[in-house]
């Protein structure tokens, strides 16, 4: 992974991570509220919590996704979606999360979450979009940094609302959103279930991102590439199953890995989630550093920063810490998001050359003025 520039041979800290500029590509919405938010818009609201401290609330989050499994993770969602009924909510959240992202360096964040459950009090789905988007617009226009919205239709609802979310995605694509997406559990519901919805976002020339390869085999992965038409791979450590064999070790690429190969399909690859869900039972047995080594376009995400407890900051010390990542493996991820974004590509490439790069070029230039001489290229 060398390249031509001096590299410091400094191991990556937490704050100079947190200092260097990041994009974020897999981060659900309802997924990354702050305790204290929650806690105050479900006085407002009327909603049942099971603890009333932020710190202890945060735990509560953190102990519920920590189960081992998919569909446990996904339980503490319906509190945070049971807070997010009304427009002002939704674009606080939306608000927060910029301000978030640009407290962890995030420049660029592609946020998303399903407006199907969003509606219990009454708002359409073109309100509960229009809401979030306001919040991240203003939240933008504050902070300084640039968001894309992904709209997610759920895979265990029926396909005509999936196909009703992926007209939605495309009615406010000049308006912020960027593409669209499908999570929810894996197991018993196969993406091509939903090909309605995936014709209509292709038909339309948008963007498409699908879960797969997480909960359940490398098939999945096959299906959002060859039936869906999917431009990214939420997670897809499944993918491993066409690289290694049952014991990890290396063998023979198949079709389906050297297609993902050859045509840079980027892997978003969330690690703390990747653990809580019992997808990999230790960072040990992640495959990310097979992808990796073997020239993948990965990118490192958060998926969710309230159940997972983390930040894409502590995802890429994750990353240095069982991986031995350095500062050039984290500008090449980096630009492995950038490049992969939604986002229109002058506006990539504005990011790339007016941020990323010279972002990374100071940083190799406070260390070593700062004495971390010793070159690793
Ligand atoms: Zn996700």
Not at 213 to 230: D, H, N, R, V, Y
Not at 300 to 318: A, V
Request: net charge neutral; proline share 5%; hydrophobic share 35%.
């Amino acid at each position: 992974m060398a390249n031509n520039k001096k590299q410091p041979d400094t191991k990556p800290t937490e704050d100079l991570i947190r200092a260097c500029p990041k994009v974020l590509l897999h981060d659900h919405l309802d997924g990354g509220l702050r305790p204290a938010t929650v806690i105050e818009l479900a006085e407002k609201e009327n909603v049942k919590l099971p603890e009333k401290d932020p710190q202890k609330l945060a735990e509560w989050f953190l102990r519920g996704a920590d189960k081992g499994s998919l569909s446990e993770y996904l339980e503490g969602f319906s509190v945070t979606t049971g807070v997010m009924q009304t427009e002002e909510a939704l674009s606080r959240v939306a608000y927060e999360m910029m301000e978030d992202m640009k407290k962890d360096g995030v420049v660029y964040v592609e946020t998303r979450f399903s407006p199907l459950f969003h509606t219990k009090h009454g708002l359409s789905h073109d309100q509960v979009v229009e809401s979030v988007l306001r919040g991240l617009k203003n939240g933008a226009r504050r902070f300084g940094n640039k968001f894309g919205l992904i709209i997610c239709a759920m895979r265990n609802t029926p396909p005509e609302h999936s196909l009703k979310m992926a007209e939605l995605a495309v009615r406010f694509r000049n308006q912020g959103v960027v593409g669209f997406d499908l999570a929810g559990d894996e197991l018993g519901h196969p993406p091509k279930d939903h090909l309605e919805a995936f014709h209509y976002i292709q038909r339309n020339n948008f963007y498409i991102t699908i879960h797969a390869g997480e909960a359940f085999g490398k098939e999945s992965i096959w299906q959002a590439l060859q039936f869906c038409g999917t431009h990214r791979i939420g997670h897809g450590i499944n993918l491993k199953h066409d690289i290694m064999d049952q014991d990890g070790k290396i063998i023979e690429m198949g079709n389906l890995a050297q297609y993902v190969l050859d045509r840079r399909v980027p892997l978003e690859i969330c690690l703390s989630s990747n653990l809580h869900t019992g997808t990999v039972p230790h960072l040990r047995y992640h495959p990310f550093p097979i992808f990796y080594r073997n020239g993948f376009r990965v990118t490192i995400n958060t998926d969710n920063r309230l159940m997972s407890g983390t930040s894409l900051t502590k995802e890429f010390l994750l990353g240095v810490e069982n991986y031995g990542l350095m500062w050039r493996d984290m500008e090449r991820l980096t630009l492995n998001a950038m490049k992969s974004a939604f986002f229109n590509f002058p506006a990539r490439l504005d990011i790339i050359y007016n941020v990323i790069k010279p972002g990374y070029d100071k940083l190799r230039k406070t260390l070593q003025n700062a004495g971390n001489t010793a070159i690793n290229t």
